[in-house]
């Protein structure tokens, strides 16, 4: 059953004002795995990266009795630019998808994240045509860090609802093995950004046959990377499973 897309987030403890501390974790999981998940369930690596982040988080929060009853939603950017389209400019859109955290079951959570993330991708198509995409070209580095400074300083991000909880970005890497001055390059972890009103930002990019998780948090908002971290890894593992037990289910005709 589709929900119905939620207007405003629920509140977390990613939905602060952030300091100057940062925590930071890095994990990498097989690709090969993911793609086998996403073949047999019909959704996209990038549903099947948000539901193990949805698996995770819900685990992180309960263990710290901060689960919301509505699920958490993250912001996705998204690439707006057509095949064949070289112009040097950015094309950039972003979505914002429910993650499932209100769910146990890991292939409930992710059927629901397909679900929200077509949705989420309509709109956004939509939209496309009237929304900045390029904004180096409005000014944005200049006016952003001002605005953004004023926000922290107020410390509204404490007080004001949000509209998501967190960023997921997935990213496209080399299928090739990489190097440097002779030494071969085993992972390529991201380091992204929190902001004021969203301490954590989980990016991810696939290298080789792997997709390498960096976790880049406020030191306040999550002092336990690591256990997060190591949370990913069991989420996906959950998924993994429970994909096969239900590929076996449909395999017997019960």
Known sequence: ?????????????????????????????????AKAIAKATGAKINDIVMAV????????????????????????????????????RNQVFGMNCAIGTHLADPVERLKSIVEASSRSKTIAGMTKDVAPKDFSL????????????????????????????????NNMGPPVALYCAGAKVTALYPVS???????????VQSYQNALD???????RAVPD??????????????????TAKLAATRASGA
């Open 53 to 88: 982040c949805g698996g995770a988080l819900r685990s992180y929060l309960r263990q710290k009795k901060a689960l919301p009853k509505k699920p958490l939603v993250a912001f996705v950017p998204i690439s707006m630019r057509e095949l064949g389209n070289t112009e040097i």
């Open 193 to 203: 950004i929190p902001v004021h009103g969203i301490a954590l930002n989980i990016t």
């Open 1 to 33: 059953m589709v929900e119905n897309a939620q207007l405003l987030a629920p509140r977390s403890p990613f939905n602060v004002t952030i300091t100057a501390g940062r925590t930071y974790a890095a994990r990498s999981l097989p690709l090969s795995d």
């Open 138 to 169: 409005l000014g944005a580095p200049l006016l952003l860090p001002g605005l953004m400074s004023l926000y922290g300083r107020l410390g509204l991000a404490d007080v004001l609802p949000q509209t998501v909880n967190l960023t997921i970005s």
């Open 225 to 242: 990377p690591d256990h997060l971290g190591d949370l990913l890894g069991q989420a996906f593992d959950d998924l993994k499973a429970a």
């Open 213 to 219: 998780f960096g976790v880049t948090c406020d030191a």
